[in-house]
């Protein structure tokens, strides 16, 4: 059994589900935007941030990634655009905008 | 060579899950499937087996610890009744559309309302259409050898099955056996080895996601044809059982079948009743037949019409009442299998047996009477029927 | 057609007792020893939420070839009774076949048993199992002379193997306890010699 | 090891973006927590009561989380995993299991307060090597914000509607992190979402390293349901344990211990005027209900620090 998350959608025949209908690779939701559930929008302002951490764990969306230290900027294919982030953010770096499409 | 010895049925199944020596069994006990679990916990008090024991505190959770351990990449069986297998319901579909290999010796019970601890099929004929593959057994001889069987069997189509026998008819009834030497038993049924499990050090797996329509009428295709590839490989295990064994097993087994003009279909131990019947009437010149089901599920829907097709009137047996006001749930489905054929015998259901009413050959004998009724003047009459019930209609 | 009552060539037990009296263990011993001496055997007990005391029955098929018959015994060739106190309850003569025989765990003599069975006509056998129990074993335990007796009176086996086997079941049983081995096969030798047919 | 939270954000994330949880979902932040405090050299099995998050985080076939995961049913969690765990133990003694794995299930105050109780008793007794999580959101949200057994007197429910001649909720909110403290298991305790995480973490690496069976009762906001700004999550969690409406703790081998005390005991009026589920509370002529809810939130927390002395 071979078939991947990604090769399964709805146009897909039955003979192409996976048995039992169970996926055999981790975190296949990557591939879902949930981004554009979006209404208000998170926006990082690096100057102003001290990598407290603060923001991370508060995530419910884990749409903060972080690297060597260093919190980056906002993952928007999966941030659902909550705001839990700009209220928990000690040091005003996190901006809450109108989303444009 | 085979070990002669004598014993019940729960007994038997007991000792059929040591040689296997699963990796978990997780039971609640009931009447009269209670001494499965409790003769496996002596075995594991002795350290006869490997298995980890989960003695849960409900049938559900039974069941719930069967798919976790199934989907974690073990080996499961369990061992239920009547109401244990009713409070596992609403699992027992979710095991078969995950497609977890479980084993479950099912020891035949009615169903409560009013209560009854006796045999009949209303348990598992309630749950026919969960999915899972059925077997039974008219002999617990029959219950050893098909839940040895039925490992294989859920292993190879992923599907989980019952393997039911009479509740105290056979459970709690001593009689003779062949038993298969451990060391064989082991062999037969090998290593489960799934491909994907939870468990597993190269991938996760995820089992159980919410389906949504897009997807789900997919899914369930999917498992419908699982249950008709279950065919073959029932047959496949049967052929290297009897290699094995020298036993034969098919999907039914038919009782002095050849130039027989009326004939019955029945499950399990009632069986033997019959047979005996058939034999004095052959003694007596009469030609009757017997068709004995084992397997339910898949339902041999081809082959068997094709063995009713050899007499003029069959009697198909429900030790199962569905309340559909047509008959009982093997009837339904035996006398449909029927219609595409040209040149099919009368059918006409008995419900018969319910909490424990006993069948005997005198009943059967009254049955094949019937038959030759209906061939004879060539009308079926009334299609439902009851026998061994008070009826003040024929008092 | 004719009906016919029972398996062609079986013989066919019934046992009467009460719950926690061991007549469903006697039972399944007898099951033991016919299977022992290369019978095919069923014993099966009659089901209900029956508890201590309250009547039991079970049953036994033994025969030459495989026993298809799964239903109750409605015509036993014999009936054992292990409790005399079920005489005024149960029709424990109920369907016995001509030729058969009552056997029963009473002090009486088969005679009198007779008098309070004004419509059995059978033949009827009577062992005092408590006497002899509490002679051999110091204690009632009545299934092993009942076995004892049903054993004699039916020939269903050969006599001197039971003696052979019971003996060594008795032995693998009580392996710890050897006096027990002793005062079990008094009480089943006593047993064999002390009943009384009419 | 003392807590870094820097340290601790750095590892793999363990349930990742894309499942379909609506915005400011506290059960997100709360799975996440709790897998975070796994070292990241160990495998795990989530297992997952039907709720809101098992909807959401495995809709087929989209799986949002990086190790094994089984969804069996809403009332068996708790036997679902116990299942695994023994078969764990089994092949693991066989030698066909390489890694070390941890077992955690997860369920709503629905599958764990209410229709989950008995498998969750049965595997917490049995004392299986595995985490029970509640993520604890005071009312059936999966179904639409339907009272529960964890529901606050007063609050206002779809089947414990305030009306004309109903306060909302009548009864109480069951004990439930109590009720399994009883079963003597090794360690339970209850959390929620404060400062950097301290608490949460703390207690979900105790419980998941603790051998034999755990409980964690996580409070995780249900912005729908509670009725307040997603945005606030934060808040509403300091609110609830400075009024000590959800105190924190934790009983390790039998002993109680309070893992933080307010400096100042709050008014619940400070939590509850935050929720529209408690807005009736506040209308004239309803003063009662306050005064009734501030009697059991101090009754109640007098005997957790008896508990806990």
């Keep these: 059994m071979k078939r991947r998350a990604q090769d399964i959608n709805e146009h897909s025949t039955w003979q192409d589900m996976t048995v039992g209908a169970e996926i055999f690779e981790p975190a296949t939701s990557l591939l879902v935007n949930t981004g554009d559930w979006r209404i208000m929008k998170p926006v990082f302002k690096e100057d102003k941030c001290k990598h407290c951490m603060l923001c991370i764990p ?44 | 060579m085979a070990i002669r010895d004598r014993m019940s049925g729960n007994e038997a199944i007991a000792m059929a899950m040591k040689q296997i020596n699963p990796d ?22 002795n350290g006869l087996v490997d298995t980890d024991f989960v003695a849960v505190e409900s049938e559900h959770s039974a069941m719930s610890v069967c798919m976790g351990a199934s989907a974690a990449g073990a080996r499961a069986v369990t061992a239920t009744s009547s109401a244990g297998l009713a409070l596992m319901w609403e699992l027992l579909y979710v095991a078969a559309s995950s497609r977890l290999p479980i084993t479950m010796a099912v020891v035949n019970r009615a169903l409560t309302g009013p209560i009854n601890i006796n045999n009949d099929h209303s348990d598992s004929m309630g749950a026919r259409d969960s999915g899972w593959l059925q077997m039974y057994a008219e002999t617990n001889q029959e219950a050893y050898d098909n839940f040895i069987q039925g490992i294989l069997i859920s292993e190879a189509c992923r599907l989980p099955i019952m393997i039911c026998q009479d509740g105290f008819i056979t459970s709690h009834g001593v009689s003779n056996i062949e038993l298969i030497e451990d060391e064989k038993v082991r062999e037969f049924v090998g290593e489960y080895q799934p491909e994907n499990y939870l468990l597993k050090h190269e991938n996760p797996l995820a089992v159980g996601p919410y389906g949504t329509s897009p997807y789900y009428m997919e899914i369930k295709r999917q498992q419908a044809q699982a249950m008709k590839d279950a065919m073959p490989v029932i047959r496949d295990v049967a052929e290297k059982f009897e290699e094995m064994t020298g036993r034969s097993y098919g999907f039914f087994e038919e009782y002095r079948m050849d130039d027989a003009e009326v004939a019955l279909v029945v499950i399990g131990s009632s069986a033997g009743t019959g047979k005996e019947a058939v034999d004095r009437l052959r003694a007596e010149g009469k030609k009757v037949g017997l068709i004995k089901l084992r397997v339910f599920r898949p339902f041999p829907r081809i082959p068997l019409a094709e063995a009713m097709c050899k007499v003029k009137a069959v009697a198909i047996m429900d030790k199962a009442e569905s309340f559909s006001n047509s008959g009982g749930p093997l009837f339904n489905e035996a006398r449909n299998s029927l219609y595409d054929l040209e040149d099919k015998p009368y059918a006409v259901n008995y419900i018969y047996g319910l909490g424990g009413r006993d069948i005997t050959v005198e009943d059967f004998y009254d049955i094949y009477q019937d038959l030759f009724v209906i061939y004879d003047n060539d009308d079926p009459g009334d299609v439902y029927r009851y026998i061994g019930v008070r009826d003040s209609r024929f008092l | 057609m004719e009906k016919k009552t029972k398996q062609n060539e079986a013989v066919e037990i019934r046992w009467h007792g009460r719950g926690g009296q061991g007549a469903k263990t006697a039972c399944l011993l007898l099951a033991d020893v016919a299977f022992n001496s290369g019978k095919h055997v069923q014993g099966f007990p009659e089901y209900g939420p029956e508890r201590m005391g309250a009547p039991i029955t079970a049953y036994n098929r033994i025969t ?7 239903s109750n015994i409605y015509h036993p060739d014999y009936v054992v009774v292990v409790d005399e106190t079920l005489l005024g309850t149960v029709d424990v003569t109920k369907g016995i076949k001509d030729g058969g025989a009552l056997i029963i765990n009473s002090k009486k003599e088969p005679e009198e048993i007779r008098e309070m069975l004004p419509e059995y006509k059978g033949k009827i056998c009577a062992v005092d199992a408590e006497k002899i129990s509490m002679e051999t074993l110091g204690k009632n335990y009545p299934n092993t002379p009942m076995l004892a007796a049903a054993v004699k009176v039916s020939h269903v086996i050969d006599q001197e193997q039971f003696i052979r086997d019971m003996e060594e079941s008795f032995r693998h049983k009580f392996s710890h306890k050897p006096e027990v081995v002793e005062g079990n096969m008094k009480a089943l030798k006593k047993s064999m010699e002390e009943v009384k047919v009419s | 090891m003392a807590y870094n939270l ?4 750095e590892k793999k994330e363990r349930l990742v973006g894309g499942h379909r949880l609506c915005a400011g979902c506290g059960a997100g932040v709360a799975v996440r927590g709790v897998l975070r ?12 009561a039907t709720s809101c998050l098992e909807v959401s985080t495995f809709m087929y076939p989209y799986t949002a989380y990086e190790d094994s995961y089984i969804h069996t049913a809403f009332e068996n969690a708790a036997a679902t995993l116990s299942g695994v765990e023994a078969a764990y133990k089994v092949m693991k003694k066989k030698g066909k299991i390489p890694d070390t794995f941890k077992f955690i299930a997860f369920g709503g105050d629905g599958g764990t307060y209410d229709i989950g109780l008995q498998s969750l008793s049965g595997a917490m007794e049995r004392g299986h090597d595995l985490v029970y999580v509640c993520y604890d959101n005071e009312a059936y949200m999966n179904t639409g914000i339907q009272r529960s057994s964890s529901t606050p007197r007063f609050a206002d429910a779809t089947t414990s509607p305030v009306g004309s001649v109903s306060p909302g909720k009548i009864q109480n909110k069951k004990n439930l992190t109590e009720i399994i403290a009883a079963h003597n298991i090794p360690y339970a305790a209850q959390t929620t979402f404060i400062g950097n995480f301290k608490d949460l973490h703390e207690k979900a690496h105790k419980a998941i390293y603790t051998k034999g069976a755990s409980f964690l009762n996580v409070l995780s906001p249900c912005p729908r349901g509670w009725r307040y700004e997603a945005e606030d999550l934060a808040e509403i969690c300091q609110l609830a344990v400075d009024t000590c409406v959800w105190p924190l703790y934790e009983i390790e081998d039998g002993k109680w211990r309070l893992t933080y005390e307010p400096k100042r005991k709050k008014p619940v009026e400070e939590f509850l005027a935050k929720q529209g589920r408690f807005k009736h509370m506040f209308e004239p002529g309803n003063e009662w209900m306050i005064e009734n809810t501030q009697e059991y939130v101090d009754k109640e927390w007098e005997k957790l620090l008896k508990k806990c002395k």
């Design chain 3, 64 to 70: 030459d070839e495989p026993c298809k018959v799964h």
């Design chain 2, 24 to 45: 978990v069994m997780g039971a609640f006990p009931i009447t009269p499937s209670t001494e499965i679990p409790q003769y496996f916990s002596e075995y594991i008090a």
């Design chain 4, 6 to 9: 820097k340290k601790e954000v």
């Design chain 4, 37 to 48: 405090a796994l070292e990241p050299e160990d495998k795990a099995v989530v297992a997952n």
């Design chain 1, 58 to 101: 508060y995530c419910p969306d884990s749409s903060i990634p972080v690297k060597d230290g260093k919190r980056l900027d906002f993952d928007y294919m999966h941030c659902k655009g909550c705001g839990i982030c700009v209220k928990v953010c000690p040091f005003g770096a996190i901006d809450f905008v109108k989303e444009v499409k």
